[in-house]
């Protein structure tokens, strides 16, 4: 079994910065992973903020955040990564983890990530 833990979350005003971390736990996460971050809105359908594969130079934004946040990955420690700068009202949301084991890139769609977080609260004031 895989955990994912989020944590980082929190309420800042427009402009401002925060740093989510995704601690993964357990003897099923190593080899080829991709880690991704999703969001989900209320009212709204979750989707892909940001992944990342294993060799940690594979990555992808959604056109909603590139230039503003930056995915990462520290394998040593099995922590994944999401800075984000810049926030704006629109990011807030529930922040949360997912990975997959892949042998080639990352899975674009929520139903192809078999590990998730609970989440995290990321709250943006205008």
């Known amino acids: 079994q895989v955990h994912l833990a989020e944590s980082g979350g929190g309420s800042v005003q427009a402009g401002g910065s925060l740093r989510l971390s995704c601690t993964a736990s357990?003897?099923?996460?190593?080899?080829?992973?991709?880690m991704a971050w999703f969001r989900q809105a209320p009212g709204k359908e979750r989707e892909r903020v940001a992944s990342i594969y294993t060799d940690g130079g594979t990555t992808y934004y959604a056109d909603s955040v590139k230039g503003r946040f930056a995915i990462s990955r520290d394998n040593a420690r099995n922590t994944l990564y999401l800075q984000m700068d810049t926030l704006k009202p629109e990011d807030t949301a529930m922040y949360y983890c997912?990975?997959?084991?892949?042998?080639?890139?990352?899975?674009?769609?929520?139903?192809?990530?078999?590990?998730w977080g609970q989440g995290a609260q990321v709250t943006v004031s205008s």
């Open positions: 997912a990975a997959e084991a892949r042998f080639i890139g990352c899975p674009t769609i929520v139903a192809n990530y078999r590990y």
């Open positions: 357990g003897d099923t996460l190593n080899g080829n992973i991709c």
